[in-house]
């Protein structure tokens, strides 16, 4: 039979672990929620514009950087906006309506971000530490909400 000693220690042992469990699992999910290490130390630049609002840059922006915090192989060091003349330009908004699969439609304005990634360390690929440059494109209906249509080279 256990004496009280030691059914007082198993218990306290089984709620140490336990409780190192539940740390362990919640710091996982935190860091699996919120990456915000992939965007917090980007260098962000909103430019000037003659087509849109600062606020209407800002808003695609976001869009942009709530994407790149779910990438698991780079950090965002740079985010720019493309400037005016590489908005609303015909070929582009034919080509974002085209994009139907990722919710092309009836767009009518249009805006590109360029950016600069560094591949990280640890994701074992062969260009760590090596930088990347994006183009995110991002589409609305005059005066609606963007949406993040397609990103890469």
Sequence with gaps: MMTKKRKRIKTLLIWAAAFA???????????????SSRVSNAKI???SSEVFSKQDIADAAQL?????????ACDL??????GDNHSNRPDDLEWLN?????????F?????????????????????????YFQFWLARE????WKLLTWGY
């Design 21 to 35: 469990f539940v740390f362990a699992a919640a710091f996982v999910i935190y860091k699996i929620e919120f990456p």
């Design 45 to 47: 630049n909103l430019g």
């Design 64 to 72: 942009v950087l709530d994407k790149v915090k779910d990438f698991d």
């Design 77 to 82: 060091l740079k985010l720019s906006y493309s």
């Design 98 to 106: 085209d994009l139907k699969s990722r919710g092309g439609g009836n």
């Design 108 to 132: 009518t304005q249009c805006i590109r971000f360029d950016s600069e990634e560094e591949w990280l360390a640890d994701t074992g690929a062969s260009l760590k530490g090596e930088k990347d």
């Design 142 to 145: 005059e005066g609606g909400e």
